[in-house]
C-alpha cells in the first residue's frame, strides 16, 4: 500500500521557520510536489522537484523563502520555510508521480493527509 505522510507543521509567528516533511512508503517515487490549501481558497501549487533533485520550481509567492529538496536513500522528501508571512498559513500536501508534475495536479498519482502550517501575525 502506498502511503505519503507528511509532519513538521505547527504554529509559528511570522518571520519563523518550519521544515516540512513528506515520508513514502510503499514505492519509491521520482518525483514529489507540494501544494497548499488555505481555507475558503483552491489548492494551490507551492514547490516541485524532480527525481535528481536537478529540476525545481516553486510558485513566485515562495521564492528566496522555501527550499524543496529530498534524501533518495530515505524516501523523503523536505520543504523548508524560512520567514514566514500569515499567508502562508494553510494545510500543506505532499504529493509524488513518476514523472515530473511541476505545478500540475493531476499529474500527481498520491497525494498526502496533509499537515496545518499556522503562522501568526
Known amino acids: 500500500q502506498v502511503q505519503l505522510v507528511e509532519s513538521g507543521g505547527g504554529l509559528v509567528q511570522a518571520g519563523g521557520s518550519l521544515r516540512l516533511s513528506c515520508a513514502a512508503s510503499?514505492?519509491?517515487?521520482?518525483?514529489y510536489g507540494w501544494f497548499r490549501q488555505a481555507p475558503g481558497k483552491e489548492r494551490e501549487f507551492v514547490a516541485a522537484?524532480?527525481?535528481?533533485?536537478?529540476?525545481?520550481n516553486y510558485v513566485d509567492s515562495v521564492k528566496g523563502r522555501f527550499t524543496i529538496s529530498r534524501d533518495n536513500a530515505k524516501d523523503t522528501v523536505y520543504l523548508q520555510m524560512n520567514s514566514l508571512k500569515p499567508e502562508d498559513t494553510a494545510v500543506y500536501y505532499c504529493?509524488?508521480?513518476?514523472?515530473?508534475?511541476?505545478?500540475?495536479?493531476?499529474?500527481?498519482?498520491?497525494w498526502g493527509q496533509g499537515t496545518q502550517v499556522t503562522v501568526s501575525s
Open positions: 504529493a509524488a508521480g513518476l514523472f515530473y508534475g511541476g505545478a500540475t495536479p493531476r499529474l500527481y498519482d498520491y
Open positions: 522537484i524532480s527525481g535528481s533533485g536537478g529540476a525545481r
Open positions: 510503499g514505492r519509491t517515487f521520482g518525483n
